[in-house]
């Protein structure tokens, strides 16, 4: 090391991209003082033109002299090979005890490896999900930091002071061990994909059930925003509803393309939950829509093809109250879906021994994030009732509500469905609470298909151990196999 360097910044980021740079400015907006690092130099003189205090360094070696230890390294680089580069690069230079902390999307099995290389050096390795875009890093996002408990002591009041907050409290907190952090990201990825989806299908609704305009969108959205359905997402959705493109001065929306791309986050909430068999339906399908929308020059000439897209005229028709049902099963769906996302945390937390706490993912989520809502602090109350509930769906409040709109949401979607509406996430919603409020299903019958053609056996109810049958011989009896 330099000896003529002096150690006296509190924290370094390393990737002076936009989150990176805007995380920066907000920790020196509080009165920390750190220091850039980024291995293309013109982000670093970016830097230096950014209003306030904030230095930037080209030399990785004489950043990291210049951070006093144990060192605080965020990384806000894109996720993959890049992080295992810049940890390798940066690893040597420094000392046991120094954190390093990736705050981008990165796969949790990736940060789960990286924990564990890192801690043989004497190092340690946070992963970090961090929700709220450009705005949110630069203002205060929601951050989801796991890993070693003892570590995270070291950057809390820095995370605390940048968080936003929600009725005056940090939305940050330490998450759990190992790379937890990571994947409460990514299940609220997951969430997010599933409540833009929902939105989407909220739209198609409207404009070519109802036949309403942009405006009246707008005006609907935005009254929604006001009510229950507060959130980030439903208030930037009706903002998009009242964006005009200044070149033709149409609405930007209705020349936008109808394919969507995505990062990742959302496939592997999917991947992952049903690694450890957790059933996520809605999030499975709005990362499967976006994939479908992808086709769309086989959907072009495959529309010819069938009614389906003349049928939809025919709904307007048979609605009534629709503003008002139709806002009811936004709502149903919206907490069906949040209870998938939560359900999965709590089924990963015991699979993997986090601990999660859902209350304080909750609590954390309130703000800051893409996926905040007027809904998270009732989930944050739910979360929090001892003894704690199974199911988000058991919380006698939520569970009452939902009643009460079940019925609305189950005639928007039958409805709708009948003219040829496509509700993938609405269905998955209203289905998922249907199955889980339903004691039994006809699964036995899979159970009896599955030893008809593979002797898979089966169980029978109130009788111990498993069982075979001869199915093409009437009348023979079960064998009991184990
Ligand atoms: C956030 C967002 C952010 C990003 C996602 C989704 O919480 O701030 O989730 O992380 O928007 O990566 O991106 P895709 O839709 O491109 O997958």
């Keep these: 090391m330099d000896a003529n360097v002096q150690a006296e910044f509190e924290l370094g980021m390393i990737g002076l991209g936009t989150m990176g740079r805007n995380l920066l400015l907000n920790m020196a907006d509080h009165g920390y003082k750190v220091i850039g690092y980024d291995k293309n130099p013109k982000q670093v003189e970016l830097l230096d033109t950014e209003p306030g205090e904030v230095p930037g360094e080209k030399d990785l070696a004489r950043f990291i002299a210049k951070i006093k230890t ?6 806000l680089v894109p996720a993959g090979k890049i992080v295992d580069a810049v940890i390798d690069e940066l690893s040597p230079l420094l000392d046991e005890g120094d954190l390093i902390i990736d705050g981008g999307n990165s796969k949790w099995t990736d940060t789960e490896e990286r924990v564990k290389k890192l801690e043989e050096k004497g190092l340690h390795f946070f992963g970090m999900g961090i929700s709220g875009g450009e705005e949110g890093a630069r203002k205060g996002p929601s951050m989801m930091p796991g890993g070693n408990k003892a570590a995270y002591e070291h950057v809390k009041n820095i995370l605390e002071s940048i968080a936003a907050k929600a009725k005056g409290e940090p939305c940050v907190t330490y998450i ?3 790379a ?20 989407a299908e909220a739209y198609e609704l409207m404009k070519e059930g109802a036949g309403m305009s942009n405006k009246e969108i707008h005006e609907v959205l935005k009254s929604w925003n006001e009510g229950r359905l507060q959130s980030f997402l439903m208030e930037i959705t009706a903002d998009i509803f009242n964006y005009y493109d200044p070149e033709s001065g149409e609405y930007l929306l209705d020349k936008i393309l109808d394919v969507a791309k995505s990062k990742g986050t959302g496939k592997w909430t999917s991947q992952f939950a049903m690694d450890i068999n957790l059933p996520i339906p809605s999030i499975d399908v709005a990362v499967s829509t976006r994939d479908l929308s992808k086709y769309k020059s086989l959907r072009e000439k ?29 709502y149903f769906s919206f907490v069906s879906v949040y209870a998938q996302g939560m359900f999965l945390l709590k ?7 986090w601990n999660l706490n859902l209350a304080e993912i909750s609590k954390i989520w309130r703000s800051g994030c893409i996926i905040r809502s007027a809904f998270l602090e009732d989930m944050y109350q739910a979360f929090s009732a001892q003894p704690p509930i199974e199911h988000l769906f058991g919380d006698d409040e939520i569970g009452a509500k939902l009643q009460e709109d079940l019925p609305a949401t189950r005639k928007v979607i039958s409805t709708a469905m009948q003219f040829g509406f496509s509700l993938p996430v609405f269905a998955s919603a209203l289905n998922y609470y249907q199955s889980m409020h339903d004691g039994r299903m006809p699964t036995n019958l899979i159970q009896a298909q ?3 053609f593979g002797a898979h056996t089966y169980e029978l109810k109130g009788e111990e ?11 023979a009896p079960s064998i009991r196999i184990s």
């Design 70 to 75: 144990p060192r605080a390294i965020v990384l």
């Design 176 to 178: 759990g061990p190992g």
């Design 180 to 199: 937890s952090g990571h994947y409460v990201k990514m299940v609220h990825n997951g969430i997010e994909y599933a409540i833009m989806q929902l939105l």
């Design 302 to 330: 495959l529309e010819s093809r069938s009614r389906v897209a003349s049928d939809k005229k025919g709904l307007k028709a048979e609605l009534d109250n629709f503003q008002e049902e139709l806002e009811k099963a936004v």
């Design 347 to 353: 089924t990963a937390s015991e699979a993997y021994d």
């Design 450 to 452: 599955r030893d008809y």
């Design 465 to 475: 151990g498993t069982y075979h049958s001869k199915w093409t011989e009437a009348f």
